[in-house]
């Protein structure tokens, strides 16, 4: 059985203890899926130079953030990493001609703990990260995507973490509501018409795209899922998440899979 790729927004890290909507549907979508040998996920609060993949036996969980709840840097996602499952995806990247290096000691920051929380709680599955670059554009990250897309095949669930909005001096913000839902409609109707030209060029053909997305990274790890599913990312679902905090859009897609 060939796995989905996923994008999640991941939110801020308060959606760990304020699941919502998305985060019960992500518990019943980690419950439906065949459980995955190794969950491989790029999320944009790894941020590098040139192209890394984490390899670490046992990633520490990060804690990367400020100003929310204390009880949230005692949280701790013990997932194994998936150091045999990382040398597979640096295979298959220098085989698509993409150059990146092993990192053995880089921690899961909540990007990635965050959402694993809600679809695998009792961290039994393998989870590897991979890094965005200061250099990533739409068009890098779907052929980094491509590039992994067999390993669905092989049992590897692979996850783009980010947000369909990100505008964090909107943070609670009514302002915000002007905004955010004709965006994440525009992004909703093109991803169901199968529309990669228009998707590839968001920031000028979507409605209030800079003010969405005043930086990039949360909405390119969307190309990454997409470009995972393969030809398959015409077969997509929207998991309408609501908004959170005025201004984080938690719509998740899937993409593809038997």
């Not at 520490?60 to 949230?72: E, I, K, N, Q, Y």
Request: aromatic share 8%.
């Amino acid at each position: 059985m060939t796995l989905p790729s996923l994008f999640i927004s991941h939110g801020s890290p308060e959606f760990a203890f304020q699941p919502g909507k998305l985060g019960a549907a992500l518990g019943q979508l980690g419950k439906s899926l065949p459980k995955p040998r190794a969950v491989v996920l790029m999320s944009p609060h790894w941020m590098t130079s040139q192209l890394q993949v984490q390899t670490t036996a046992a990633p520490s969980t990060v804690h990367d953030f400020g100003g929310f709840s204390p009880a949230l840097f005692e949280i701790d996602y013990p997932a194994a990493g998936a150091p045999e499952i990382a040398a597979q995806v640096l295979q298959r990247l220098a085989q698509a001609g993409i150059v990146a290096t092993a990192n053995d000691h880089a921690g899961r920051d909540h990007g990635v703990w965050v959402p694993m929380l809600h679809m695998y709680p009792e961290a039994d599955v393998p989870v590897l990260q991979i890094a965005q670059t200061v250099a990533d554009q739409p068009q890098t990250l779907l052929a980094l995507g491509r590039a992994l897309a067999p390993l669905r095949a092989e049992g590897v669930l692979i996850v783009g973490s980010g947000g369909v909005t990100h505008n964090l001096n909107d943070f609670r913000s009514a302002a915000a509501g002007e905004y955010v839902q004709p965006f994440a409609d525009w992004l909703a109707g093109r991803i169901a018409a199968a529309d990669l030209e228009a998707l590839l060029d968001y920031r000028w053909q979507a409605p209030f795209a800079k003010r969405a997305h005043p930086t990039e990274e949360h909405l390119l790890s969307l190309f990454f899922a997409i470009g995972a599913a393969g030809d398959d990312w015409t077969r997509s679902c929207r998991i309408e998440g609501g908004v959170a905090d005025n201004v984080l859009v938690m719509d998740s897609y899937i993409f593809g899979g038997d």
